[in-house]
């Protein structure tokens, strides 16, 4: 059950995230636009796979999390959405949303109507850029995604994953050396496509490392260039700029 709330004057300014959906220049075109502010609770649902796309969403406070169903069924989470993100655009593609985004815990949101976000883009060639943008980032979460899966060992997936976490908070003014996960080691585990024995495990052996130490939800990186050291970058440096040649081409190809 969400909660509505009416945006008060300058809503984007007043956002401790501005400038992380939008530029700081396109911020005061953005801010008309933004019809509603919402709160939800822990595992409220934002849209189902399948819902009609009539708007984006801007995470403006807390977590969330992307998912699809397998044939079996079966939740299979891709993505976790941070404050700043840009959420909704899968449905750019064919009119409705190809994924479900359920909040890991209290969370707000800004919604911006399709027809005001269309009206926006036409009228500023920084908007559009800054949209094309947001699609660039979903891309390059997908081959980082498809990365750990297929070129990584658990033991890379899993560090792979908490030095972007360490990214993510850093990016938004927070600490990344000591940080709170929202989501549980099940959803970690569904994530990286492991089980959670073997998180749990694998967590564990990068405590006994002194690589880091977790205390219930709460991790601390004690030794950076150890986790570093573990991942084996000369693999992934050979394999990003091809993805993102591919991204770059998949955007062109989009906007032609």
Known sequence: ??????????LCQHCAMSGM?????NISKVEPKVRSHKVYQKSNVLFASGQTFDAIF???????????????GQEQISRFHYPGDLIGLDGFDNGSHAQSIKFLETSSVCRIGLGELDRAMANSASIR??????MSHALNDEDKFLLRLNHMN???RLGSFILDLSSQFE??????????????RVDIANY???????????LTQLQNEQIIEVEKRRVSIVDFEKLNHSLLHERELHILPAAKIRQTNNIQTRVA
């Open 1 to 10: 059950m969400s909660i509505n709330t009416t945006p008060p004057p300058s």
């Open 21 to 25: 959906c939008f530029s700081q220049d």
């Open 58 to 72: 801007i995470l403006r406070s807390g977590s969330a999390k992307s998912s699809v169903l397998a044939n079996t």
């Open 129 to 134: 850029h800054n949209m094309l943008q947001g």
């Open 154 to 156: 658990s033991s890379q």
């Open 171 to 184: 990016q938004r003014g927070l600490s990344g050396n000591v940080f709170d996960l929202s989501m549980t």
């Open 192 to 202: 990286l496509g492991m089980a959670i024995e073997t998180v749990s495990r694998l």
